[in-house]
């Protein structure tokens, strides 16, 4: 089965940064939409970033301005910078797809999850 592979995470201070990495093959990256999810302790599931295919992105509320996602085919990954990390930002980060074009259309791939801590 095909996955994503995420790193990148750790423990951080309150206000400091952490980029995450997304890597997958090459078609994965080209031909999706690639999103970043976050687990929070006790919590659903949610959606932090994501960019379409076109490059559209759009953000959780309480990230913008915070957080950028960003795609990079020519090193088949994905990354999510994370500025002026707070300690809600502490949760399990997933990298997955939100719908694939052309060859891809239909298949969807995920990750494990990389730890993000933010000590207040």
């Known amino acids: 089965q095909v996955q994503l592979v995420e790193t990148g995470g750790g423990l951080v201070q309150a206000g400091g940064s952490l980029r995450l990495s997304c890597a997958g093959p090459?078609?994965?990256?080209?031909?999706?939409?690639m999103a970043w999810y976050r687990q929070p302790p006790g919590k659903e599931r949610e959606l932090v970033a994501e960019?379409?295919?076109?490059?559209?992105?759009r953000y959780a509320d309480d990230v913008k301005g915070r957080f950028t996602i960003s795609r990079a085919n020519a090193n088949n990954a994905v990354y999510l910078q994370m500025l002026s990390l707070k300690s809600e930002d502490t949760a399990l980060y997933y990298c997955?797809?939100?719908?694939?074009?052309?060859?891809?259309?239909?298949?969807?791939?995920g990750g494990q999850g990389t730890q993000v801590t933010v000590s207040s």
């Open positions: 997955s797809t939100d719908g694939c074009t052309r060859s891809l259309r239909g298949r969807s791939y």
């Open positions: 090459t078609n994965v990256i080209r031909l999706c939409n």
């Open positions: 960019e379409n295919v076109d490059g559209y992105r």
